[in-house]
């Protein structure tokens, strides 16, 4: 079975590495020379939307799959006329677009977030008259990691996002004070199969997911259905295969989808080491006609972000049921260079191991106080 | 970390995949330009012994181990001149010949079978009156997989063996019939930290390895202490770093050591789902200097070797909890084409899941049957 990958990325090279064991081969497709796949699978370097180069790495190929949801439309569907492209295409052009995701939740009736839809800054008045303040405004394309999102809390607020917000279309969203964020990862195979991992809990800063934990705690056997509901609505109606992930809000005691994507997710980077079958070779089964791994957890984990720059391995690694991934990028600030999971027989058990991990790890930003609390 | 490996089936394959994560980058040297590294890594086609490719794959390394324990001595001692070599070269000179072996094993106090040394098979008449028969005559170098090894029952057993052994030095050993195998996966970090997984069951047939079943069940702790014993004295008197593999006969509640491996071990391919840190990642860790990691087992864990012909995929998937590995060799017959493994959360629920693997596991030769008996 021979695999693309549109992305070279750390999610990519997660999957090859899955992949691997299972006897698959890969290619991969990025623009950047420097992308970390190009060490462990053969590669071809060019833009997404350059045919010649999507000729060169579509060829021989069984299945091609994306690792990085801002793959241009066109290029997913020219493909998809040449070889199997999972998820299918039709998923990315909703994913990339917060309006027709919003548009989609509410087609399904997957409770979501009040929001308005905004052609360009102009019309934040007419939206915030609909939606009230607080608010954020969201770039409709191309947002990721918090960026592309302005909260606007006063009018003053609105007046100045007219003058520096880009020129293009926006969502304007009702600020939810939710409780916590979950996420859910789904999997859906070529019969229509589903499998789901159970919710996880994250912690964002800076608009950059910090830490998940897994499963998350106090988890209603309602709010789980509702999660998993949720996403088979969405995964049917594309007749979706391989792993989604969907983030909701919660708050008193209800699940607000706030957006999806049509890929592995870093909130499932856990299930390496936390899970039965990992997110990776779940997606892979998934898109290669496979039967669905058990999405079975495996006592309790935390996977910590890694951003900007790195703890020193050895310390790491010497904090006992300590797992290390490093994704071979260059430090640079806001990087998502590598992830630790920590796992445990329980909860309580995970929290007390906190207190092993390195001084690098107690400052605000790893959340590790803030989800203990 | 650059790390070069000479050899490159299976265990370097596996070896570089629980090294990716860490950031790692491996080279690999083989003699065969069709080695299943090649999909995985960079790799230089050459003979073991051939000092241009030596040359060519040493270049710019940090460290450099071996997945293969017949690499001549002299490459390892001349690599040793040019980068660090773990384990070092004289464990690779011990454990290539058996008569080292047993004299180490001598020195150590190490219970062994009863042995003679033969320099050619004429000899056999003078050993076969020290050890007796029936008896094993193995030969001192380059034997693997039950070849190079020949039982010895009745007198014209004796007298054939004198016409159709090769001309070269043998071991002849007293035969054990022992109760069952057990190995011990062992590690020793450069300055001197060792960890031990549990014991391990082994059942072969023609003498390959077909399934470990770990932890072993019934180990008494002494038992357990005295593989351990008998590790740490072959890793601290050759001074060891790395994993190392010791087979031993139970016979009447006592160990007899039967041989080691320098290296990682098929009876440890179970560590990757079923133990907090896989035999790979800890090699890995202890070559590079890094902290030894959990060597807890996660449950109970069977693995069952494929070998010569595999089955199919998408059957195997479907039984829970099965991890599959391929390691991308065309088949051929008495090849290890890859492995499975089976875990569970005790002994009793794993042979109860052996019922749900498909017909191709159900013949003798993986000895399904055999380990429950």
Redesign the interface.
């Known amino acids: 079975m021979s695999i693309g990958i549109l992305g070279g990325g750390q999610l990519g090279?997660m999957l090859a590495?899955a992949g691997?064991?299972?006897?698959m081969?890969f290619r991969f497709l990025d623009p950047s020379p420097e992308a970390p796949v190009g060490?462990?699978?053969p590669r071809v370097t060019g833009d997404f939307a350059d045919r010649g180069a999507l000729d060169k790495f579509a060829n021989g190929l069984q299945v091609v799959t994306y690792e990085f949801e801002n793959v241009p439309f066109d290029s997913a569907q020219w493909l998809a006329k040449r070889v199997s492209v999972y998820p299918p295409p039709a998923a990315l052009e909703t994913a990339q677009d917060r309006l027709r995701e919003k548009q989609l939740f509410e087609k399904l009736k997957i409770p979501t977030t009040p929001y308005a839809s905004l052609s360009s800054a102009y019309d934040l008045d007419t939206a915030i008259k609909k939606i009230g303040l607080p608010a954020v405004v969201k770039t409709r394309r191309m947002g990721y990691d918090g960026k592309g999102q302005w909260v606007l809390k006063t009018p003053e607020d609105v007046k100045a996002a007219k003058e520096i917000l880009p020129k293009q279309a926006f969502v304007l969203e009702k600020f939810v004070a939710f409780e916590r964020e979950l996420s859910i990862i789904a999997v859906r195979g070529k019969s229509g199969e589903t499998a789901f991992y159970p919710l996880v809990e994250n912690y964002h800063r800076e608009g950059i997911l910090r830490l998940s934990l897994a499963p998350a705690r106090s988890v209603a056997p309602e709010i789980q259905r509702a999660a998993e509901y949720a996403a088979v609505q969405v995964l049917d109606s594309l007749n979706y295969v391989g792993v989604l992930a969907i983030e909701f809000f919660e708050l008193d005691g209800e699940l607000l989808a706030n957006e999806m994507a049509p890929r592995v997710h870093n909130s499932g980077h856990w299930t390496i080491e936390g899970a039965?079958t990992s997110q990776f070779e779940n997606h892979l089964?998934a898109i290669s006609?496979?039967?669905l791994?058990?999405t079975t957890p495996?006592g309790a984990s935390a996977m910590i972000n890694l951003i900007g720059e790195l703890p020193d391995?050895?310390e790491v690694?010497?904090v006992?049921?300590t797992?290390?991934?490093?994704y071979?990028k260059e430090p640079r600030p806001g990087r998502k260079l590598?992830h630790v999971t920590l796992?445990a027989p329980s909860v309580d058990r995970l929290f007390s191991r906190f207190a092993s991990l390195p001084p690098f790890f107690h400052r605000p930003d790893f959340c590790l106080d803030g989800v203990k609390s």
């Open positions: 090279y590495l691997y064991p299972l006897g081969r060490r462990i699978a039965v089964r006609g496979l039967p791994g058990q495996i391995m050895a690694l010497a006992p049921s797992h290390l991934h490093l071979g590598g796992r």
